[in-house]
């Protein structure tokens, strides 16, 4: 082979290798390209979920702290930065027990078993490790959960109390009748005061019951209640309960004929029944009672021993006594303590208000707007 033809044929050798370079490096530049592009997908996936995640324990109602395995802090919600006084931002990478210095956490922190959640200053925490030493740290506020429980432990001792009392007088007069001779009228005496103790017990139960029937939640099942034939039911209760007291009260009611709304039936029986015999409890001889429904509004005003202005705010709550001056006016026939909170819950089933109006030696006004 000549010359000429051999360096032409290495020429054509080393033309096709270098087109074959190029071609391969373009082929690995576009592999490379592709695979780039999928990794950069893939970065961006995992950033678009993680904020997603973060953006869900920021709506969370409860605190969320993230810490690293030195309980250092990587990340925590703006709930949780107001339960424990930190800053989100300013205060990653510090740890943990030297921004939350109360000295049960501290123990806690120390601890292995996280089993149980550590309350302070109506704040619930519980830590949550995970890998690699890792931990969740959860915050709620339970100033809600505090405030039920002491209302639940106020309840107890006070239906305790309520109870208590007529059971020791019911057992002083047994222990009375058995153990003495009486005569007749004693015995009348003792008995007549010992229905008096049975009906207070009949009633406190009763109370509790609707209550309890309130508290269940269920929805009242609408009707068509005829009001001036609710209010006539009352005006009668109320008649009979001044004359079983001896007292001589002006009662007057005013309804409009026909009167009628949507409601519960017996839960308005209970609330109107409730507000008007009230008004004859703590109206003594001489004084008056109005009763009048106007404009979907029953309006029960008295002039009785009235109330300090103190005192209103609180009327609703269970078991609220105003004074024992007032009590000690009503006698025996005082309420369970139940009444108004039955008023107020039968109010907020059916969409109404209670307005209370009252003053000392004057006398109240209650007012069920519906």
């Given at each position: 082979m000549s010359f000429p033809i051999y360096f032409g044929s290495l020429l054509a050798l080393a033309v096709l290798f270098i087109f074959g370079i190029r071609?391969?490096?373009?082929?690995?530049?576009?592999?490379?390209?592709?695979?780039?592009?999928?990794?950069?997908?893939?970065?961006?996936?995992?950033?678009?979920?993680?904020?997603?995640?973060?953006?869900?324990?920021?709506?969370?109602?409860?605190?969320?702290?993230?810490l690293d395995s030195a309980r250092r802090i990587v990340w925590c919600n703006q709930t949780a930065a107001r339960l424990l006084g930190l800053d989100a931002i300013r205060d990653v990478d510090q740890h943990i027990a030297h921004l939350v210095r109360e000295p049960q956490f501290l123990e806690y922190l120390a601890q292995e078993n996280f089993?149980?959640?550590?309350?302070?200053?109506?704040?619930?925490?519980?830590?949550?490790?995970?890998?690699?030493?890792?931990?969740?740290?959860?915050?709620?506020?339970?100033?809600?959960?505090?405030?039920?429980?002491?209302?639940?432990?106020?309840?107890?001792?006070?239906?305790s109390h309520e109870i208590r009392t007529p059971l020791t007088v019911l057992s002083g007069f047994i222990e009375t009748l058995q153990t003495l001779e009486l005569g007749v009228d004693e015995q009348k005496r003792y008995l007549q005061l010992m229905a008096?103790?049975?009906?207070?017990?009949?009633?406190?139960?009763?109370?509790?019951?609707t209550l309890s029937k309130l508290d269940a939640g269920a929805k009242p099942t609408l009707e068509r209640v005829d009001i001036s034939e609710l209010l006539r039911q009352c005006e009668y209760e109320a008649r009979t309960l001044a004359k079983s007291l001896k007292r001589d009260i002006h009662i007057q009611f005013d309804v409009a004929p026909h009167a009628d709304m949507l409601g519960s039936t017996s839960e308005l029986q209970s609330a109107f029944s409730n507000l008007i015999t009230n008004s004859v409890r703590y109206t003594l001889t001489g004084g008056s009672i109005f009763v009048t429904w106007r404009e979907n509004t029953l309006t029960v005003t008295d002039t009785g021993l009235g109330i300090?202005?103190?005192?209103?705010?609180?009327?609703?709550?269970?078991?609220?006594?105003?004074?024992?001056?007032?009590?000690?006016?009503?006698?025996?026939?005082?309420?369970t303590g139940l009444g108004l909170a039955i008023?107020?819950?039968?109010?907020?089933r059916h969409g109404a208000t209670l307005e209370i109006d009252s003053a000392v030696g004057v006398g109240s006004t209650f007012r069920l707007v519906f």
């Amino acid at each position: 082979m000549s010359f000429p033809i051999y360096f032409g044929s290495l020429l054509a050798l080393a033309v096709l290798f270098i087109f074959g370079i190029r071609r391969r490096e373009k082929s690995l530049n576009s592999q490379f390209e592709k695979q780039l592009k999928a990794e950069r997908q893939n970065s961006a996936l995992h950033e678009q979920r993680l904020q997603a995640f973060l953006s869900a324990m920021q709506a969370s109602p409860n605190g969320v702290v993230i810490l690293d395995s030195a309980r250092r802090i990587v990340w925590c919600n703006q709930t949780a930065a107001r339960l424990l006084g930190l800053d989100a931002i300013r205060d990653v990478d510090q740890h943990i027990a030297h921004l939350v210095r109360e000295p049960q956490f501290l123990e806690y922190l120390a601890q292995e078993n996280f089993e149980n959640e550590l309350r302070f200053d109506n704040k619930a925490l519980q830590l949550h490790p995970y890998r690699r030493g890792r931990a969740l740290l959860l915050v709620r506020d339970v100033t809600d959960v505090e405030r039920a429980e002491q209302m639940r432990r106020d309840f107890v001792a006070n239906v305790s109390h309520e109870i208590r009392t007529p059971l020791t007088v019911l057992s002083g007069f047994i222990e009375t009748l058995q153990t003495l001779e009486l005569g007749v009228d004693e015995q009348k005496r003792y008995l007549q005061l010992m229905a008096t103790q049975s009906q207070r017990l009949g009633a406190l139960v009763a109370d509790l019951l609707t209550l309890s029937k309130l508290d269940a939640g269920a929805k009242p099942t609408l009707e068509r209640v005829d009001i001036s034939e609710l209010l006539r039911q009352c005006e009668y209760e109320a008649r009979t309960l001044a004359k079983s007291l001896k007292r001589d009260i002006h009662i007057q009611f005013d309804v409009a004929p026909h009167a009628d709304m949507l409601g519960s039936t017996s839960e308005l029986q209970s609330a109107f029944s409730n507000l008007i015999t009230n008004s004859v409890r703590y109206t003594l001889t001489g004084g008056s009672i109005f009763v009048t429904w106007r404009e979907n509004t029953l309006t029960v005003t008295d002039t009785g021993l009235g109330i300090a202005p103190e005192h209103v705010p609180r009327l609703t709550e269970r078991f609220y006594r105003v004074d024992k001056s007032r009590n000690r006016s009503a006698g025996e026939t005082a309420g369970t303590g139940l009444g108004l909170a039955i008023v107020k819950h039968v109010a907020q089933r059916h969409g109404a208000t209670l307005e209370i109006d009252s003053a000392v030696g004057v006398g109240s006004t209650f007012r069920l707007v519906f």
